[in-house]
């Protein structure tokens, strides 16, 4: 199997795609982001899952197409596999992965 090929994430040549929707947050991600940067940041689904806001068409951490939480402990896991890990089973990523050009031209 063939290793997967690096993505120039930073900066994003295509102006931060993979961030249009937010991101899905595990309790403890959730708890520590809204602590330390304002519950208004964050929300719950009705099905109990915590995401993080959009404004303007881009997740509410993303700034100067850049991740103000990457650096941070509390990354949300679901970024940081992206797009190579599922966060949740730790297998490969079988969602929707036309949302980063990148991967559409690697096909």
């Known amino acids: 199997m063939q290793a ?8 994003c040549p295509h ?6 929707y937010g ?9 520590v982001i ?23 068409g881009k997740c509410v951490f993303l700034e100067d197409n850049a991740c103000r939480l990457h650096d941070a402990e ?4 679901v970024c940081r596999g992206f797009p190579w890990t599922d966060a949740e089973t730790g297998g490969p990523y079988q969602f929707d992965q036309t949302i980063c050009p990148e991967l559409r031209s690697g096909e």
Do not use: K, M
């Open 15 to 20: 102006g931060s795609a993979c961030c249009n």
């Open 74 to 77: 509390h990354y949300p896991a």
């Open 23 to 31: 991101t899905t947050l595990s309790e403890s991600e959730a708890a």
């Open 4 to 11: 997967p090929r690096p993505l120039p994430c930073f900066p």
């Open 34 to 56: 809204g602590r330390d940067y304002g519950q208004h940041l964050i929300y719950r689904l009705r099905s109990g899952e915590w995401r993080t806001r959009v404004r303007r």
